[in-house]
């Protein structure tokens, strides 16, 4: 078999650095589905501090918003960037509204301006380790007051793994709210490690999370059973055992540095970017084409 090019809608191209993987052709075809191939371009992909509500007069072709999402939704494959708008906006399959096709096109207009971006992954040279980042907004929905989590896993230089989803519950406190958060991303940093196990890949450490909520991380390494804590999910809680077990490592990392905002809510234009390339997202190095053009 050749080398891997084109892949069900990825391009790979072999860099100096490793492999660039992005879909240009695909999100290409998204704007001209939408009809904005001509569009304005914008540097963000939301307004900060924008909250949408399912007030509002209704879409006048909700199946056209609906394949639009879910195109977008595929996107976020090599865009990551975009989950959490992605996210944003999903919430209102069922009953798209005006405001809500509107957001939806200002992400293809930020797709439209980032069309020859992807992520890299690079090779590492010795054993590496999991480094994860795990945040939570807390009560960020208006209407339904549940906060919204958000982790990425990097394995070594490259990121491997990341998401944005509301949570289903209500919590009582943002501590509640980013241990949930913790323990959801906890779930899916130990399917990766027997991932790993099964390919024959080693661990020289145990995998180091990285959360902005000291309080979460007191109560994970505690060996003291708090009454303020006994409303959180027993299922939860399994996420203290690994950290008593010496299984995994807490760190408190500030809200500046704290990656994995960037799947939970919007923020500024230049902390987005910042953290955008933290996730390693940038153009193709193999060539230079005029920004958003197909």
Known sequence: MSSLSYFFGLEATSTTDG?????????????TRAQLLDSKLVHTFIIVSQHLSSDGSLFSDPTFYRSLVGALQYLTITHPDIAHAVNFVSQFLHSPTNDHFLAVKRILRYVKRTLHVGLTFRPFATPTTLVVYSDADWAGCPETRRSTSGYSIYFGNSLVSWSAKKQHIVSLSSC??????????????????????????????????????????FLSSNRVSHKRAKHVELDYHFFRELVLADKLRTQYVPSHLQVADIFTKSVPKALFQFFRSKLH???????????GGC
Not at 19 to 31: G, H, R
Not at 282 to 291: A, D, I, K, V
């Open 19 to 31: 492999l660039f993987i992005s879909q240009l052709k695909y999100a290409c075809d998204i704007l």
């Open 176 to 217: 509640e709210s980013e241990y949930y958060a913790l323990a959801i991303t906890i779930a899916d940093l130990f399917w990766l490690t027997h991932l790993l196990h099964d390919l024959k890949v080693s661990l020289p450490q145990r995998p180091l999370l990285l959360c902005d909520n000291k309080s979460a991380i």
């Open 281 to 291: 997202i940038g153009p193709n190095p193999t060539f230079s084409l005029r920004p």
